[in-house]
């Protein structure tokens, strides 16, 4: 049994025949990996339930404070990094398919929405994005796509 989002998609990228979920090359690989870690460990754990209820029983509203704070901190680093990663001339961080990275932070542009984060300065994030959104498989991942979505 595997647990954790990034031990799935890795696993899941060595297991199954398809698009590669990470770049080929080492270093491109390592950096892609890098990008996941932002979200996954430096922005995702500071806007998770539990964590904003507690804060919230501390202090009405604090949970989202703290959720926009961590948000805003990963974006910035997570937009700076891409802006240093991107090969030229192509629509995805490492070239002309997404690979984890985008997997990983398109959904968090829309979580950082969510919490009333402005997102509009991160425009290399904002531009692989865009191009994500126009592909089906990120259109039917979106939040409002799933059955279970409320408003």
Not at 45 to 67: F, M, Y
Not at 70 to 85: C, I, K, T, Y
Request: net charge negative; glycine share 4%; aromatic share 8%.
């Amino acid at each position: 049994i595997l647990t954790q989002s990034v031990a799935i998609c890795e696993w899941l990228d060595e297991s199954i025949t398809g698009p590669n979920l990470l770049p080929t090359a080492p270093l491109e690989r390592a950096w892609a990996r890098e990008l996941v870690e932002i979200v996954n460990s430096g922005i995702q754990p500071h806007q998770n339930l539990s964590i904003s209820q507690r804060l919230d029983a501390v202090q009405q509203g604090l949970g989202r404070e703290h959720a926009q704070h961590f948000n805003v901190l990963g974006l910035e680093a997570l937009d700076r990094r891409v802006r240093s990663m991107q090969k030229p001339n192509t629509k995805f961080i490492f070239g002309s398919q997404p690979t984890l990275a985008e997997a990983f932070f398109v959904p968090q542009l829309e979580s950082a929405r969510r919490f009333g984060v402005d997102v509009s300065p991160y425009k290399a994030l904002l531009a692989v994005e865009a191009e994500c959104l126009a592909l089906e498989a990120f259109q039917k991942s979106q939040p409002s796509a799933q059955p279970d979505f409320s408003a």
